[in-house]
């Protein structure tokens, strides 16, 4: 497999080596009226597929056909576009000043397009800070900083939004829906995430409300759009943590386009940091192509391909952990036999042909396809020894063990297997009528899942696995019980079909603008027979004031047809009565761009409810999530979040965000029982409850700078706070984790510059820039708890021993482009 991976991008390189003659180059840069740099302005040859952005300092450079005369625009958002014709020779460079007036044409009654993207429940994010961003867990740390969203695992790139747990968020990519390995259950295990940052062209996150052409998920949706190349480039880094190359570029007709991804990432050395001492060897690969191919100029089409392998191995050997308080100092001494070895196999594979009928009407069919193999074995023996600490202040021993209170053992085992197929077929058309911005599709999907699971734990700790019947008198001395068992074959095949339509509409109202949207989603699973429908509607509006402000509402009904881990029972049988989880969105919001320090700032605030009924309770142990099967549940979501972005640091973006938020749920029949000073036990139903992923406060900070006058040097750092989640299995209601604190820091030096031209000799000639980063994480080796393992003393107390993430870890990383 991996020969053929690299077959295949020898083949691109010389492919873009063989189309690169006969060519001029222009280079330059945008500016504004008042000598600004101008970012992300549009420049391209008229009539023809080449051209790029430009960059922060409003820099662009590009490769045109020579002898030939051609037209270069320039365009960007609010000003008017600017056209110039050149003829270039063979091998000559030209150099461009180009300033750009602000527009004041007079819209139209209607224009859909740019203009409605601040109405949207969405916010556009810049991929260039996903390769900023010091992170160990992969593209979506871009997100984590966001107010609506949170995280307690760096190790892991999922994440939680407005109170859903990791299942109720969509994933596309180009359109296509992104599946995650199912039996993931650490951070540990989890490696590459789908999204290769280094092929990302654009990012759209939306938090809640979003439009019915998006799928059936309660909380959240990512929408990422590959790159389509212009012209030959690409990106080597390298680091402590793994290897990347990245090669993009176009055929000499520009018809063919190939955006290529190759990824190997190894966690050793951060698990290295962790408590549990042992032997990692954590190896993850990804490769991914994004094709395209223009057969004419209305037909497009393309095919994305990825194939994603994750190889967990893992030896423990020994393990020391104090905890407590003043009052109570614990240490636990745990020694280890066995070893783990997963394995996750992830592979999808999408066509899609683009017909632009005409300039309004475009539509897309799309046939798709996933597989995962993932297999889990692992068979652990640990023995633990649990001591009191000497507390005494000023005493001598202070610190050291006074006295050993539990001793005690357990024995985990699993061997699962499940190989899972996902077919898809779709539809999607977008057609612009007049002042409407119509919107249609339909799916279908064919789901099957093959699941073998053999796991079972036995805990000899002070009685727990002894064998007494229900009378407290002994059962049979020759059996012992195991404290947990999971065993089942389950096959499971299903069909899905979806259909959505919806519309769009922005009219101006006296120098105001009013933006509506509507639209009906419709869902139907044959598992259990169960036919959904979708209203779903937002509304935007920008009043004619002199400060510039946009104010959004959205509501609808969020259905979510169970997958394959919701519809297992407790008990392990499936329940083919099970019904979606459903929640009713209701989120205002606004947005307000201003000036500060003459730079431009925005301040966006969000204000949600989410009523959600028939939910399906789970559990959540580090990342892996167990669902009780049933829909026992009802609960709510709300809260308030704020986020200010904007040049804080003249020509970079950073941001800071907070979010008060609170997530609920009553499950049918939960209970606990309390004793009193008497020894009566009382049975107490609980009632409202925070859910698993209740995080009442989110708070994070990502800032850029550099050194004046040496902006070669830059520095970035991210800091994330998040109060405790609730704990799972313990004594009492509503204890909570410790919060979440973490630090991150990067610190960059551009080693060659794109103006930088070196001697023929040199062999980094190639490259326009490279950058040499140090990268500091955890910077206060703060003890981030992610879950406990629990234990038990001689006097039959339970402890819940806290499992530690990664400590305080130093990379270097290497980023050269070409």
């Known amino acids: ?336 036999e066995g070893q783990e070895l997963d394995k996750f196999t992830n592979s999808t594979a999408a066509f899609t042909g683009t017909y632009k009928a005409n300039q309004d009407l475009t539509m897309k069919f799309i046939v798709s396809g996933y597989y995962t193999s993932e297999k889990e074995s692992y068979d652990i023996l640990g023995q633990y020894y649990l001591n009191e600490l000497d507390k005494q202040l000023g005493s001598d021993n202070m610190g050291d063990s006074v006295a050993n209170i539990g001793v005690g053992s357990y024995l985990n085992h699993a061997r699962n297997n499940l190989n899972g197929y996902v077919l898809s077929s779709k539809y999607l058309a977008d057609y612009k009528y007049k002042n409407h911005d119509f919107s249609w599709g339909v799916q279908h999907n064919y789901e099957l899942f093959d699941y073998g699971v053999h796991e079972w734990e036995m805990v000899d700790s002070a009685g727990y696995s002894m064998p007494y019947n229900y009378l407290g008198a002994v059962a049979n001395r020759e059996i012992v019980p195991l404290f947990f068992t999971d065993i089942a074959k389950i096959n499971m095949a299903s069909n899905r079909f979806n259909a959505f339509f919806q519309d769009a509409y922005l009219i101006e109202i006296d120098s105001a603008e009013l933006s509506l949207g509507g639209g009906l989603r419709f869902n139907y699973w044959d598992f259990n027979n169960e036919f959904l429908v979708s209203p779903r509607m937002s509304v935007g509006f920008r009043p004619n004031w002199k400060k510039n402000f946009v104010f959004r509402f959205s509501t609808g009904l969020y259905h979510q047809p169970p997958f394959f881990k919701e519809v297992r029972k407790l008990d392990g049988t499936l329940n083919r009565d099970i019904k979606a989880q459903s929640s009713f969105h209701l989120v205002l919001g606004s947005d307000y761009e201003f000036t500060a320090w003459n730079r431009p700032f925005k301040l966006v605030t969000e204000v949600f409810y989410k009523y959600m009924y028939n939910l399906i309770p789970y559990d959540i142990d580090n990342v892996k999530i167990r669902y009780y099967g049933e829909n026992l549940a009802q609960g709510y979501s709300t809260g308030i979040e704020a986020k200010v972005n904007g040049e804080f640091v003249p020509g970079t973006e950073s941001w800071i965000s907070i979010a008060l938020s609170q997530t609920m749920e009553d499950i049918e029949g939960d209970f606990y029982k309390s004793k009193d000073a008497q020894g009566n036990i009382d049975t107490i139903y609980l009632g409202m409850i925070p859910r698993p992923t209740d995080q009442r406060l989110n708070f994070g900070i990502f800032f850029q700078d550099y050194i004046p006058k040496h902006e070669t040097w830059q520095a970035y750092i991210n800091i994330l706070f998040g109060t405790g989640l609730p704990v799972e299995k313990a004594d009492k209601p509503y204890p909570r984790f410790k919060p979440y604190r973490r630090v991150d820091i990067g610190i960059s030096k551009q080693l060659k510059g794109d103006y930088k031209i070196l001697p023929e000799s040199n062999p980094f000639r190639h490259f326009k820039n490279i950058w040499l980063t140090l990268e500091v994480f955890n910077l206060l080796d703060i003890n981030n708890e992610i879950s406990y393992t629990y234990v038990t003393d001689i006097r039959g107390w339970q402890y819940g021993v806290p499992n530690y993430l990664t400590g305080l870890r130093v990379n270097l990383k290497l980023i050269m482009r070409f």
């Open 1 to 336: 497999m991996y020969k053929r991976i690299c077959v295949y991008i020898l083949f691109f390189i010389f492919l873009s080596v063989v189309t690169n003659a006969q060519t001029a180059f222009i280079n330059g840069f945008v500016y504004d009226v008042k000598s600004n740099p101008v970012q992300f302005a549009n420049v391209s040859v008229e009539n023809q597929s080449i051209g790029t952005s430009t960059d922060k300092y409003g820099y662009f450079e590009f490769s045109v056909p020579s002898n030939q005369e051609i037209t270069i625009k320039v365009s960007y958002l609010s000003y008017q576009t600017y056209t110039e014709k050149l003829k270039l020779v063979n091998g000559e460079q030209k150099e461009l000043k180009i300033y750009l007036k602000e527009s004041y044409t007079v819209l139209p009654e209607a224009n859909i397009g740019a203009n409605t993207e601040r109405f949207a429940p969405a916010v556009r994010l810049n991929p260039e800070i996903s390769m900023n961003i010091p992170t160990v867990g992969g593209f979506e740390d871009i997100l984590k900083a966001l107010p609506s969203v949170s995280s307690n695992n760096e190790l892991s790139s999922q994440y939680n939004v407005r109170g859903g747990n990791f299942d109720e968020n969509l994933i596309f990519v180009n359109d296509i829906e992104i599946y995650r390995p199912l039996l993931i259950r650490s951070g540990q295990q989890e490696g590459l995430s789908f999204i290769n940052s280094d092929m990302v062209s654009a990012i759209v996150f939306s938090a809640g409300g979003f439009d019915a052409k998006y799928g059936d998920k309660m909380s959240s949706v990512l929408d990422i759009k590959y790159r389509k190349p212009k012209e030959f480039g690409g990106t080597v880094s390298a680091s402590l943590l793994g290897a990347n190359i990245h090669i993009e570029g176009t055929s000499k007709n520009h018809l063919l386009k190939y955006n290529t991804g190759l990824r190997y990432k190894t966690t050793k050395y951060l698990l290295s940091s962790m408590d549990m001492a042992g032997q990692y060897d954590p190896t993850y690969l990804d490769f991914q192509a994004f094709v395209t191919y223009d057969i004419s100029e209305k037909l497009e089409l393309s095919f994305l391909g990825n194939i994603n392998n994750n190889v967990y191995s893992f030896i423990p050997k020994d393990r020391e952990t104090s905890w407590g308080t003043m009052d109570e100092a614990l240490k636990i001494m745990m020694y280890f």
